[in-house]
């Protein structure tokens, strides 16, 4: 069964800290895996990773992917209020062209 | 740039009602898909196309019907809606396998 672990399901924090969130996959065929911020509406795209160790960055978030631990991990430093949302990854399945979710972290961050 | 587009927002339907769901993209995108989201659950997949007059189930499609007439539109279909439907739909298309997806607002449906 293929599976897409989020840690910690929320998480709040004062402006200025940073933060790590954490994903874990089982998954068969495994090609990818994405991340994604959800605010009100739509998950808007943030990172792809396919390949170990290299480090994906965009402004103050960064992401890695390791895929001898099947884990990766979402940094985000100098958090903003603008920054709370619910963070999505995803796995890319080979087969049925299938991007599978994890539940999300929701991250609360106050001023 | 309106990029996914879903229509409508909101809708209320009565058990045994039928709907359809509308979503249109303007990327030219090869590939669509339809998710569902209910809390604790995570975004599901429940139909997608490969291109325009394709179609293929998701993990969740019992229920549903999809139809890609042309390129750029995706329709989701309730036959007779029941209220494990109730659920928040997503939208999304990309420009082909192992693309990242790009996700319309979201149609929220409640069946009562």
Redesign the interface.
Same mark, same amino acid.
């Given at each position: 069964e293929d599976k897409v672990v989020q840690s910690p399901l929320s998480l709040v924090v004062h402006e200025g800290d940073t933060v790590t969130l954490n994903c874990s996959y089982e998954v068969t065929n495994f090609r990818s895996l994405l991340w994604y911020k959800q605010e009100k509406k739509a998950p808007t795209f943030l990172f792809m990773l396919t390949s170990s160790g290299i480090e994906k960055k965009s402004g103050r978030l960064s992401s890695i992917l390791d895929k001898k631990e099947l884990f990766s991990i979402l940094n985000i430093t100098a958090t903003q209020t603008g920054d709370s949302a619910v963070y999505l990854c995803a796995a890319f399945l080979g087969r049925a062209n299938n991007l599978f979710f994890g539940t999300g972290t929701r991250l609360t961050v106050i001023p | 740039n309106a990029g996914?587009t879903q229509t409508p927002k909101f809708r209320v339907l009565k058990t045994g009602q039928s709907m359809t769901l509308l979503c249109a993209q303007d990327m030219n995108h090869e590939?669509m898909?339809w998710y569902r989201q209910d809390p604790?659950?995570?975004?599901?997949?429940i139909h997608?196309s490969?291109g325009e007059g394709t179609t293929?189930? =998701?993990?969740v499609p019992d229920g549903y019907n999809v139809s890609r007439l042309k390129k750029q539109n995706f329709l989701l279909g309730l036959e007779s809606a029941a209220p494990s439907q109730t659920s928040v739909y997503?939208c999304a298309s990309s420009f082909g396998?192992?693309s990242?997806?790009?996700?319309?607002? =979201?149609t929220r449906l409640t069946v009562t």
């Open positions: - | 996914v590939y898909y604790g659950m995570g975004l599901r997949l997608y490969v293929a189930k =998701g993990e997503f396998n192992n990242p997806l790009h996700f319309g607002n =979201g």
